[in-house]
């Protein structure tokens, strides 16, 4: 009978604070960008999108690279180091007045969030015991209220103070740098395993069209998530909307999407993954029309379902990534929160694109349409047994 692993919850509560203030950080240039528009005669939508992209795919793309190396070899130093680099390369954002350098600070900032994310999720897995898919549904959740707390913070902000006020936004990512140097955890989680690099070639063969689908899935959904944080607060400008009350909008369905993740690791669990990822991207569509083509109170419920629907398999494709080659959990991590992201935001330039010639409204209706090709792709998964039959049955 195998013994029961315990649970550190206040390390993983440490990780889950650091993870909000990361991805505040990660959805940080969407909030600026009605204020580029403004202050930036011939800001296009495409400009727009290579700005945020910029961000995406250097924070996404080198991912596996960390997740290798922090399997082999971890580094608790990474957390700390790199949340307060991505809090300086974006709180100087404001001040640069070049195109050209501000994409550059987007792109070194988002190394930042590739370093924090291997081996923060790492470390909530292992921290987590026998409950891996809630704790880190839980962890991911954190993540996600924090993007839901960028719009409410920053646009009010930067609406009172002009884009200068970047600079004050690098007090958080300072004081949460020293929270992780002293809390974060310094047992066996930081110790990587001695793993062959053919060894690791040979367990992804393996699990290959199980990965395949799965960041076929994350890379279709990242498309959509990046692609609404973009483009969302230009058409809602459009519509005649303050920053402010676009702001509301983005982060109610947010926060929904950060409810929608935990209760998706929940049902994950008593269901299977296959059930819920498919399920979940395949509603999420109509819901995403229910909102474009309904008004007030209705409106706002419908936007606040499609976002708890559309994140709801969030930490669930990462833990089956995980579950498909368990000795490689960073790189598993690394693959699917990182590099299949990182694709879903090269991508969001074409809706960029998009936007400029046919219209912000053609942007969006795309946009809705692809959490539904997000769940057919899933159709392609493994289907395995759920969490909660797989405990039962090994009592």
């Known amino acids: 009978m ?49 700005l945020v992209s910029a ?104 609406q009172a103070y002009g884009l200068q006020a970047t600079l004050v936004t690098v007090i958080p990512g300072i004081l949460v740098a020293i929270l992780l140097l002293l809390y974060a955890p310094r047992n066996n989680v930081l110790s990587g395993s001695n793993t062959a690099f053919s060894v690791v070639l040979r367990s ?44 509301h909008l983005v982060t109610i369905m947010l926060a929904s999407g950060a409810i929608g993740g935990v209760i998706g690791g929940f049902i994950s669990d008593f269901y299977g993954r296959k059930r819920l990822i498919v399920g979940s991207l395949v509603v999420s569509t109509p819901l995403f029309f229910g909102f474009l083509y309904t008004q007030g109170t209705l409106s706002t419920i419908f936007l606040a379902l499609a976002g708890a629907a559309l994140l709801s398999s969030f930490s669930v494709t990462v833990v089956a990534a995980q579950e498909a080659i368990p000795d490689n959990k960073a790189l598993a991590a690394g693959l699917t929160m990182g590099f299949a992201g990182g694709i ?14 046919w219209g912000l409204t053609s942007a969006v209706t795309v946009i809705f349409l692809l959490p539904i090709l997000a769940g057919l792709i899933g159709l392609f998964m493994k289907s395995h047994p759920a969490a909660r039959s797989q405990r039962l049955a090994a009592r």
């Open 2 to 50: 195998n013994q029961k692993q315990p649970i550190h919850y206040s390390k993983i509560g440490v990780l889950s604070l650091a993870h909000m203030l990361n991805d505040l950080y990660s959805n940080y240039l969407p909030q600026m960008l009605p204020f580029l528009v403004a202050l930036t005669p011939g800001f296009t939508a495409t400009r727009a999108a290579i």
């Open 55 to 158: 961000f995406t795919i250097t924070s996404s793309l080198v991912q596996p690279l960390f997740g290798y190396f922090l399997d082999r070899q971890g580094k608790r130093w990474l957390v700390y180091v790199g949340t307060l680099w991505m809090g300086i390369m974006l709180s100087l954002t404001g001040i640069v007045h070049n195109y050209g350098l501000l994409v550059l600070l987007a792109a070194l900032a988002g190394l930042g969030t590739a370093a924090f994310h291997p081996q923060a999720s790492t470390m909530v897995n292992v921290l987590s015991g026998d409950h891996k898919a809630v704790l880190l549904s839980g962890f991911v959740a954190f993540g996600n209220f924090g993007f839901a707390l960028s719009p409410l913070l920053l646009v009010p902000l930067f």
């Open 204 to 247: 992804l063969r393996s699990a290959a069209p199980e990965l395949v689908a799965i960041i076929g899935v994350i890379a279709v959904r990242s498309l959509a998530y990046t692609a609404m944080l973009t483009i969302l607060p230009l058409y809602l400008k459009a519509q005649n909307l303050s920053n402010i009350a676009a702001s």
């Open 344 to 357: 879903g935001g090269l991508a969001v330039i074409l809706i960029g694109c998009i936007g400029d010639i």
